[in-house]
């Protein structure tokens, strides 16, 4: 239905805004006819009105009950859909390898064994050249960590998302660099961040640059 008025847009209202209160309200009105006028199905007209008011009550919060019940079923339908894709899109990134042991170590799991930071960045940077993505690595220092294969493979997977990347392992760090202008962390960033903190080392995303600061070494 359309309602204009000189001067004014028209307004449409839609039905299914409120599907319940106008059939509602005639059944009540009708009832209440019928107790002004004294008649009714029932010996008593009071009577009448009550179990008519009572029963339009009761279907509509029948019909509120199966539409709650169908919107939530939507809605864990959708959200199981959500997860199933966001969990299909993870295991074509990273891997299901990958994925499981960044889970692990998460959710509270091993660390592993402590590796050279190099030798990771090395291994890294081999695989990223396979998918036809050059890199360029430079080690001046190296340190040995537990924990961090996960975050620096994060690291340079979403600098290559950008095109050429540049690695640079130095003391206390490692840089990774990229040829774009994302700002933000991304699916990525966030992993190598949770990751890194998980191993006691930290992530600082900035344009074009990340950065891993590792763990402090030990004395002696």
């Known amino acids: ?22 059939p509602a309200a005639a059944v009540i009105v009708s009832l209440g006819l019928l107790l002004v ?19 339009v009550i009761g279907a509509l919060w029948l019909r509120g009950a199966v539409a709650r019940h169908r919107a939530r ?17 993870l295991r074509t990134a990273i891997g299901d390898h990958e994925l499981a042991v960044a889970l692990d170590v998460l959710t509270g799991g091993p660390l592993g064994p402590p590796r050279s930071v190099a030798a990771i960045a090395r291994e ?19 340190a040995t960590v537990a924990g961090l294969d996960g975050a620096i493979r994060a690291l ?12 640079a392992v130095t003391t206390g760090r490692v840089e990774v660099r990229d040829e774009g202008s994302a700002a933000v962390a991304g699916f990525d960033g966030e992993l190598a961040g949770g990751l890194a903190r998980r191993a006691g ?18 004395a002696g």
């Open 1 to 22: 239905m359309f309602v204009t008025a000189s001067g004014r847009r028209s307004v449409r209202f839609r039905p299914l805004e409120v599907p319940d209160v106008w």
């Open 37 to 55: 006028a004294g008649g009714g199905p029932l010996r008593s007209a009071l009577a009448t009105f009550a179990l008519g008011t009572a029963g």
């Open 73 to 89: 079923r939507r809605a864990e339908a959708n959200q199981a859909a959500l997860i199933a894709g966001a969990a299909s899109r």
């Open 124 to 142: 890294v940077a081999a695989h990223t050249r396979s998918t036809g993505v050059p890199v360029a690595l430079a080690v001046d220092d190296d």
């Open 156 to 167: 340079v997977r979403r600098a290559a998302a950008q095109g050429a990347v540049g690695v």
């Open 201 to 218: 080392a930290e992530v600082h995303v900035f344009e074009g640059l990340a950065v891993l600061e590792l763990p402090a070494r030990r």
